[in-house]
């Protein structure tokens, strides 16, 4: 009986991490976007772009004197394909900067950046999360990049501070003199939101909670805790010691 009632236990615990691990696999879009909407308004949202369909689009006019900078919010699921890829950029822009902001950084670094086209790259030594829903910020305040993944910052790009407007590839850089692009990303954007002002850090952390509920592995343990102290209980009434 005191084995059937321990692995019982197990098997409760097993299922209670299946489904807490079921749920948390699935971000909240719909939260997601009403979230974005609060506070600072969006100029600009989309979801669903995927690697193999990028877009392009008007996202909007941005100035990085109003309300502190502009901030780019992106929700991304993507893999390394190739040596670059962008979540968005522009070349050549009539509007804006010819920049792009990356999820792949030239050449091949694993890491997120910006680039000016044809100046420079800017690599921020923070390395991307792969093939996982995840947030990404930028908020740019005229000077300097900050970078923000999962709600917290992370790293800034110092000395560069972009501002893509108009016209704009969007898992993809666009460029306007030939129609061509550039730096596809290999992946989907689930969700982009562009502002015209700087998030604040308790913003993009709500923005990412609104996204991925995190119940948080101590509410895991609880469970396990309660289920574990149930048992024990119930073996308790029936005379048993508890099995280490």
Known sequence: MRQILRYANVSLCTLAVLVFASASAKGDLAGWL?????????????????GTAPITADIGIYDE???GGVSYEFIVNAGNGGDSSAFMGSLVAPVGDSAGLKFEQWANTGTYGATAFGVADYDSGIPHILNEDHQVVFVNNGTDTTIYINGVLTGTIAGFSPTLSGVTGIAQAYRHDTGATIDPLDGTLIGVAVYDGALSPDEISTHYR????EPGSFVLLGL???ILGLAWRHRSSYGFAVVP
Do not use: D
């Open 34 to 50: 009403a979230e974005v909407a609060i506070g600072t308004p969006a100029g600009y949202t989309n979801t669903g772009i995927s």
């Open 210 to 213: 609104a996204y991925i509920p």
């Open 65 to 67: 004197t109003t309300a």
């Open 224 to 226: 396990c805790a309660s």
